[in-house]
């Protein structure tokens, strides 16, 4: 049976704060295919970064390791593992999901000049470029 996991099972499986609730996710874990959605993976980071402030190298492995599991299946895995090529090389992972969803797109629209810079300069030769709205 598949079964889609929230933030809090992640958080609980990766930091074992609440040693009941981490039991329990890992017991998830181990009976159950998982799936995992991009917004569940953004809001993991999220919680890793601001709430426990784990450094990016140690969000990065956690994530990974989370999307190497055989049993699990992560929501448009290429864009999510192009992201996370992405993120390790200094981009926000929120602004990585954005540009790397749109695969049908020739190109990412935004007002955001930092991101446009960042997208050129880490996505060159791949895909496509981010540009600033007319």
Same mark, same amino acid.
């Given at each position: 049976?598949?079964?889609?996991?929230?933030?809090?099972?992640?958080?609980?499986?990766?930091?074992?704060?609440? #040693?009941?609730?981490?039991?329990?996710?890992?017991?998830?874990?181990? %009976?159950? #295919?998982?799936?995992?959605?991009?917004?569940?993976?953004?809001?993991?980071?999220?919680?890793? =970064?601001?709430?426990?402030?784990?450094?990016?190298?140690? +969000?990065?492995?956690?994530? *990974? %390791?989370?999307?190497?599991?055989?049993?699990?299946?992560?929501?448009?895995?290429?864009?999510?593992? #192009?992201?996370?090529?992405?993120?390790?090389?200094?981009?926000?992972?929120?602004?990585?999901?954005?540009?790397?969803? %749109? *695969?049908?797109?020739?190109?990412?629209?935004?007002?955001?000049? =930092?991101?446009? =810079?960042?997208?050129?300069?880490? #996505?060159? %030769?791949?895909? =496509?470029?981010?540009? +600033?709205?007319?």
């Amino acid at each position: 049976m598949m079964i889609a996991v929230d933030t809090n099972v992640l958080v609980r499986l990766l930091v074992g704060d609440d #040693e009941d609730q981490a039991t329990r996710a890992a017991a998830l874990f181990e %009976g159950n #295919e998982i799936h995992i959605c991009k917004t569940v993976l953004l809001e993991t980071e999220w919680v890793l =970064r601001f709430s426990y402030e784990l450094d990016g190298a140690a +969000i990065l492995r956690a994530l *990974r %390791g989370l999307a190497g599991l055989p049993q699990v299946t992560i929501e448009d895995g290429p864009a999510v593992a #192009e992201s996370l090529d992405l993120l390790e090389a200094g981009m926000d992972l929120a602004d990585a999901l954005h540009v790397t969803s %749109g *695969r049908g797109a020739a190109q990412f629209a935004t007002f955001d000049k =930092r991101l446009q =810079r960042r997208a050129d300069a880490l #996505e060159s %030769g791949r895909r =496509r470029h981010a540009v +600033i709205c007319p």
